[in-house]
């Protein structure tokens, strides 16, 4: 399973199809957050089949696809918000797992201080110290 917590409530994957969404509801997972645009990788699944698959197995689904460039402030907004709203475990995915951890980095910014931010990051194997400055902004 390419799941990665980043925290008890909180896990990241790269692109995920039919068997990960299967596996990630027999998990306990209650929500899939898709931070992938759609087409950005030939043959990627895209987020309405993803989001039918989640349904199929009673899980909320929530499409909040972003890039490197597109990382708005609302964009993390929405991300808070699904992270707030969610009845239990949430998985994300996007290519690598790295843009959702960011998205879960700057959602939690304020909330949490940004050492733990960090140090969640890194025990998942990734590297945020470059959003470090707006963690910190944000407290």
Known sequence: MPFKPINENFSVAPQIGAAEVAAAA????????????????????????????AQQHG???????????SMTAESVQRMAEALQTAPGPVLAYCRSGM???SMWA??????????????????????LSGLEPLLHAKI
Not at 43 to 49: S, T, Y
Not at 59 to 69: H, K, S
């Open 26 to 53: 027999e998990a306990g997972f209650t929500t899939i957050i898709n931070n992938r645009p759609d087409g950005e990788a030939p043959g990627q699944p895209n987020a309405a089949q993803i989001e039918a698959l």
């Open 59 to 69: 899980l909320t689904f929530v499409n909040i696809p972003v890039t490197a460039a």
């Open 99 to 101: 843009r959702s951890t």
């Open 106 to 127: 700057l959602a939690q910014a304020g909330q949490m201080p940004a050492t733990e931010i960090l140090r969640h990051a890194i025990q998942a194997g990734y590297d």
